[in-house]
Antibody, heavy 118, light 108 residues
């Protein structure tokens, strides 16, 4: 069974750094892209970017380029989403998701709520 | 940049009724790269339809997708209580992979 298990909720202050994780199991982790999706409180879904764990190739949506870092460690089947300096506007739910070879989002993590507040 | 516009914003229906949700693209996206996702409150989204009309594994056949080019439709033939949720379309064939803004299907 394919599973994506994300790390727990985070509460941070503006300016702090953060790295959240997503551990994959039940499939060949190095063979499929993993993406990240943001959902602001009460809002819709936004595409952030993807990483290919096999070679760490990374692609970003223009809206998120330079704002976050996406990475993967294939030795432990884990993908990451990282901020160097959080803002209050980063408060959101973040989902990791696997991409089928055609590109649709077939398996989703349970989501991580990140709250950034003074 | 392709923009997806979903309509209506909210659909108020009763169990057993038919739901028709629309997703319109600002330019043609073909038919191969359009997906639909369902999100219930407090849950992660799940894939319903890919390739505009193919049901994902385990999705009941009351869900169907159609369309090509710029106009796509998700149809729920007879609403079950568990179908009341928010539905998003997505064009996953581009690097930006845009989502529509969502249609909420609520109980009338």
């Amino acid at each position: 069974e394919v599973q994506l298990v994300q790390s727990g909720a985070e509460v941070k202050k503006p300016g702090e750094s953060l790295k959240i994780s997503c551990k994959g199991s039940g499939y060949s982790f190095t063979s499929y892209w993993i993406g990240w999706v943001r959902q602001l409180p009460g809002e819709g879904l936004e595409w952030m970017g993807i990483v290919f764990p096999g070679d760490s190739d990374t692609r970003y949506s223009p809206s998120f380029q330079g704002q976050v870092t996406i990475a993967a460690d294939k030795s432990i089947n884990t993908a990451y989403l990282q901020w160097s300096s959080l803002k209050a506007s980063d408060t959101a739910m973040y989902y990791c998701v696997t991409l089928d070879s055609s590109g649709y989002l077939d398996y989703w993590g349970q989501g991580i709520l990140v709250t950034v507040s003074p | 940049e392709i923009v997806l516009t979903q309509s209506p914003g909210t659909l108020s229906l009763s169990p057993g009724e038919r739901a028709t949700l629309s997703c319109r693209a600002s330019q043609s996206v073909g038919s191969s790269y359009l997906g639909w996702y369902q999100q219930k409150p407090g849950q992660a989204p799940r894939l319903l339809i890919y390739g505009a009309s193919s049901r994902a594994t385990g999705i009941p056949n009351r869900f169907s997708g159609s369309g090509s080019g710029t106009d796509f439709t998700l149809t729920i033939s007879r609403l079950e209580p568990e179908d009341f949720a928010v539905y998003y379309c997505q064009h996953y064939g581009s690097s930006r992979k845009p989502f529509g803004q969502g249609t909420k299907v609520e109980i009338k």
